[in-house]
């Protein structure tokens, strides 16, 4: 059974800093690209980082780049994405996502975590 399960969300003042994690199982970890994604209430789903070890690629989007850093262990099965200099309107649940494919997607994936709570006070 494939899983994706995100942690280390939580409330944090406007520059702050997070942790989360993303652990996956069930799956390749090495043949598939794993992405960021956050959604706010009331606002569409936006991607923001993925990262591709095949490829030994890694993009941001313009909104988070140079704040957030991406990164994975492949012996732990995990990535990561450390939130700095965050704002309030970080404030969004973030989810993981992975896809098997040798390079980074901003839209399409296969499979999904069910998120965790970001929440940035100003």
């Known amino acids: 059974e494939v899983q994706l399960v995100e942690s280390g969300g939580g409330s944090v003042q406007a520059g702050g800093s997070l942790n989360l994690s993303c652990a996956a199982s069930?799956?390749?970890?090495?043949?598939?690209?794993i992405g960021w994604f956050r959604q706010a209430p009331g606002k569409e789903r936006e991607w923001i980082s993925c990262?591709?070890?095949?490829?030994?690629?890694?993009i941001y989007s313009n909104s988070v780049k140079g704040r957030f850093t991406i990164s994975s262990d492949n012996s732990k099965n995990a990535v990561f994405l450390q939130l700095n200099s965050l704002k309030p309107e970080d404030t969004a649940v973030y989810y993981c996502?992975?896809?098997?494919?040798?390079?980074?997607?901003?839209?399409?994936?296969?499979?999904w975590g069910q998120g965790t709570q970001v929440t940035v006070s100003s």
């Open positions: 996502a992975a896809v098997q494919l040798p390079y980074c997607s901003t839209n399409y994936y296969d499979y």
């Open positions: 069930g799956f390749t970890f090495a043949d598939h690209a």
């Open positions: 990262i591709s070890n095949s490829a030994g690629k890694i």
